[in-house]
């Protein structure tokens, strides 16, 4: 495709659902990150996938998220029984390769709001 | 490990120039900017990588001093497709981790 695509774009979850987004980065393209927007504020870093490597898991924000990546190439990010503080944009971005020499595409987000 | 960001809010007329400071206390490998719209998702300004390098397009630069870990963006003769929130970005030494500052809010008015 021409640029990183999510889905879905909205979604309303009700506290305690398990929510699924998805990622579809730039063909090619073998990094992708995943970030939390919450409403006005900066860009918080979840995890990275480089090509088949195993990501470090650190930046997630608790055990109820889960990302994978299947053959290197679509992310699903998995919230376990969601909480009213995980509402925000869930951005991923795809970048050429690793090492900070290349941009990261955005795709246009999923806005979550669990009531 | 996220960059620090200054100021927090500008606010300038057309023409104005504006100069945006982004600092770690970690060493920085490279530097990202990327500018966003409200509702939209970031899209990027320009790499700055080690070396000191300076970059720049249309009225738009950046400059890079590793050695004082900082970084600052430089908006000249400002327009009002200016507008937005603007963000520093640098990643741990392998890139595994990513981070970005708090973001600047800018705002040209008439």
């Known amino acids: 495709g021409a640029g990183v695509s999510q889905s879905p774009s909205n979604k309303v979850t009700e506290k305690g659902k398990d929510v699924e987004l998805r990622c579809d980065p730039i063909?090619?393209?073998?990094?992708l990150y995943w970030y939390r927007q919450s409403l006005g504020q900066g860009l918080e870093f979840l995890i990275y996938?480089?090509?088949?490597?195993?990501?470090?898991k650190s930046g997630l924000p608790s055990d109820r998220f889960s990302a994978e990546r299947t053959g290197g190439s679509v992310s699903t990010l998995t919230i376990q029984r969601t909480q009213q503080e995980d509402s925000a944009v869930y951005l991923c971005?795809?970048?050429?390769?690793?090492?900070?020499?290349?941009?990261?595409?955005f795709g246009p987000g999923t806005r979550l709001l669990v009531l | 490990q996220q960059p620090v960001q200054s100021p927090q809010a500008v606010i300038l007329r057309e023409g104005e120039d504006a100069v945006i400071n982004c600092s770690s206390s970690k060493a920085l490998y490279s530097v990202h900017w990327y500018r966003q719209k409200h509702g939209e998702a970031p899209i990027f300004l320009m790499i700055?990588?080690?070396?000191?390098e300076q970059k720049g397009h249309d009225k738009i630069s950046a400059s890079f001093n590793e050695k004082k870990q900082q970084s600052s963006l430089y908006l000249t003769a400002s327009q009002l497709s200016y507008s937005g929130t603007y963000f520093c970005?640098?990643?741990?030494?392998?890139?595994?981790?990513?981070?970005f500052g708090s973001g600047t809010k800018l705002n040209v008015k008439p």
């Open positions: 996938f480089q090509g088949n490597s195993a990501p470090d």
């Open positions: 971005a795809s970048t050429l390769d690793s090492g900070g020499r290349k941009t990261q595409y």
């Open positions: 063909s090619g393209h073998t990094a």
């Open positions: 970005g640098t990643g741990a030494y392998n890139f595994n981790k990513f981070y």
């Open positions: 700055l990588l080690k070396g000191g």
